[in-house]
């Protein structure tokens, strides 16, 4: 059984969000695989390739003397971008001011999504496939018989935990 160990990530203040959420990318082989491809183009993708950097460093051999990773750099490009500035959480507080890991999590991946879609990169729509999904309703009319589906694209789906109170899902 083969299991994968991470390295840590410097906290720099109220940072812990940043780790959960580079973490979690980290446990996304695909994205990897996406990132990889990006990061050859740094000076169009500059969010892509420092999130491939940070991934990069994260994965140690478990036989690795741990460390932890800088974010820095990570901060230093979203501070420096457009599309980050433009979003709600760039506007919450600094950096290093507490702040919810799924919205980091969410609005890091529509920034680098954005990045994708302006430079025209052939991954764009495996970033999208591996984030967005569509969810919906289906009504249908006991008179007619006619049914009408109700499409709503998504790109995180909240879940509530289950506790040992409830009777396990089948």
Request: hydrophobic share 40%; net charge positive.
């Amino acid at each position: 059984l083969h299991h994968k160990v991470y390295a840590g990530i410097r906290n720099l203040g109220n940072t812990c969000y940043v780790a959960a959420a580079l973490h979690a990318l980290a446990a996304t082989p695909a994205l990897e695989v996406l990132l990889r491809g990006a990061a050859t183009t740094t000076e169009r993708t500059p969010i892509a390739a420092a999130v491939h950097a940070i991934l990069e460093q994260l994965h140690i051999s478990r036989y690795d003397k741990p460390t932890a990773v800088d974010v820095r750099p990570l901060q230093s490009v979203l501070d420096s971008s457009e599309e980050w500035r433009a979003n709600a959480l760039y506007h919450a507080g600094p950096f290093n001011s507490q702040k919810d890991a799924a919205e980091f999590h969410g609005y890091l991946i529509i920034v680098m999504l954005s990045e994708l879609n302006r430079t025209q990169h052939p991954q764009r729509a495996t970033l999208h496939s591996l984030y967005w999904g569509q969810r919906g309703s289906v009504t249908k009319c006991h008179r007619c018989g006619q049914t009408r589906t109700n499409p709503q694209p998504f790109h995180q789906i909240v879940m509530p935990l289950l506790t040992g109170t409830h009777p396990p899902v089948k």
